[in-house]
């Protein structure tokens, strides 16, 4: 199968499970449930989701095995999203061509959706059976987008938009914890959900570290921020590429089952928004 | 021993298990830490995280079993007042005679140290040694504090500040969920980490939620708002007074063990800030 071909049909599978974790639109008070669903369910690529169920099938476990947890980190991804467009954050008035949930909903509702959605990420997770599973992945993903993780990283991005001149070692951070850092945990908790052994899961862990720095990257190629702020396009672009090559080194060693998972590292390198 | 001294020695407690569930302050990126840290170790009453204890005693259990629990419930509190204070929100300018977070930290922080805040609750949620005891309660928590709960009951609250005369069951509606159902789950963490069976986390449950409306009716009668906009402070007090005595009979099943939750229910009636 191609990678397109695999994207698109987990893709389908990930849209319906999250639309059965979101709550109905008229449910009271609705309009709260309506931001929640606008904010999620607007044809988003679901990378994280399909990152997840990539890193587990690549270990031999199954979609079921992972679908509310890869559910969860979209949940997440959706949230840090509305909540990076605020106008106290990034002030951004489009996502995807359509208005920002602040824009549509109100400053009020989209700081309350976006807290609805993070703490509906957490109740979607403990909703696995398997309750050592959840045990192990509250914490992996707590830990990722905490203080320490994703919203450190919107922290230190936060304070050098304010800077002129911004310097390597908190661009590096920026990147390797706003995005980098749930992009590894996907791969983690694909692993973890596979039932992988701990040097397993270090292994696929190193590979989303690597695919999330790429990943970031290439976005800011693509817009002309971050690395490409104190580094040419061409540079970053090197960078991007060494990235890549260490994603797909450090899954070799899982042999054929895990080309999926060099393949999606060679899409990030190249895709082009 | 005094209900005041119960409060003061448990206080003590919670205090120093919540210092260590936070990050240092110095740890990067150090604003959001302090932040976060600026945030709960305000001298609070930490009603909520005694009252998780208060139960989890009155039913056998020791202070062992809930702590990490209790503590995650004081983190969902707090992070719930920094996004309420925002100026989208209530914008508020102190709180307990201090700057809000916004005011003190700038409005991005405050977002994002709410954000963390409510991230760490699930984290140090997730701490807990015994993983059925995870599974229990993280769902029963995100439910009392996300869209059906806390969050649905600020969203109703925000659309009523905004109207002249908001209709009892607005307003009935935001006094059981915005500060009643966090009370209420604080109730029921006791009951289940205890290992309560069925009937008794229910008889909990039901006296926690007559001592979370009770609690917000006090509130509105010392804030001058919420029901003290539709009725009388007389009728208001009324009210309190019959929720107080509901809550103290929905324990009295358990015998003398649950003096305290009665003591407690007096506490919240009598109180005045």
Known sequence: M???????EKKVIVDKALDSYLPEAKAYPSVIHQAMRYAVLNGGKRFRPILA??????????IKDVLPAACALELIHSYSL??????C???DMFRRGKPTVHKKFGEAIAVLAGDALLTQA???LASMKNSKLIQRLVPEIAHAVGSHGMIGGQVVDKQISLV???QLPEIS??????TGQLIRVSCLTGAIAAGADKK???TISDYGECLGFSYQIVDDIIDSDGFVRIMSRHEAQDEARVLTERAKKSVKILGSKANRLGEIADFVLNREG
């Open 173 to 178: 951070y920026v990147n390797i914890s706003k």
């Open 122 to 124: 957490f109740h979607v």
């Open 200 to 202: 397993t899961e270090k």
């Open 164 to 166: 002129k001149r911004p």
């Open 82 to 87: 509305i909540h990076d467009d605020l106008p």
């Open 2 to 8: 191609t990678l397109e071909k695999y994207f698109k």
């Open 53 to 62: 169920i990539a890193a587990t099938e690549a270990l031999g476990g199954t």
């Open 89 to 91: 954050m990034d002030n």
